[in-house]
């Protein structure tokens, strides 16, 4: 099964940046979806950035022109570079994949979760 380690996740203030990796056992770049979740104390979570296995990117509208997904399909490792952070962007943070060549919108579709990593966003 693929597994997926997370690094990246710290301290900023607002309006900085982080960028989010996840390193995977497995090439997933021809047939997995790929994507990037936020999940808030007591919240569902949800789906920040997604990248289908084509290459084709989406976003929550909240961090368009902020965040961007990306991979790298020779290391197996995705990223999430996260600029502009703001107080709301604070969350833990997941990368996820599943066997799909489009992002698939329900949280059960995605079997393959990295541990989480928190991401703090002061004033």
């Known amino acids: 099964q693929v597994q997926l380690v997370e690094s990246g996740g710290g301290s900023v203030q607002a309006g900085g940046s982080l960028r989010l990796s996840c390193a995977a056992s497995?090439?997933?770049?021809?047939?997995?979806?790929v994507g990037w979740f936020r999940q808030l104390a007591g919240k569902e979570r949800e789906l920040v950035a997604g990248l289908d296995s084509d290459g084709t990117a989406t976003y929550e509208d909240s961090v368009k022109g902020r965040f961007t997904i990306s991979k790298d399909d020779a290391k197996n490792t995705l990223y999430l570079q996260m600029n502009s952070l703001k107080l709301e962007d604070t969350a833990m943070y997941y990368c996820?994949?599943?066997?799909?060549?489009?992002?698939?919108?329900?949280?059960?579709?995605?079997?393959?979760w990295g541990q989480g990593t928190l991401v703090t966003v002061s004033s």
């Open positions: 996820a994949a599943a066997r799909f060549f489009r992002v698939p919108d329900r949280l059960e579709r995605w079997p393959y």
């Open positions: 497995g090439y997933i770049g021809s047939s997995y979806s």
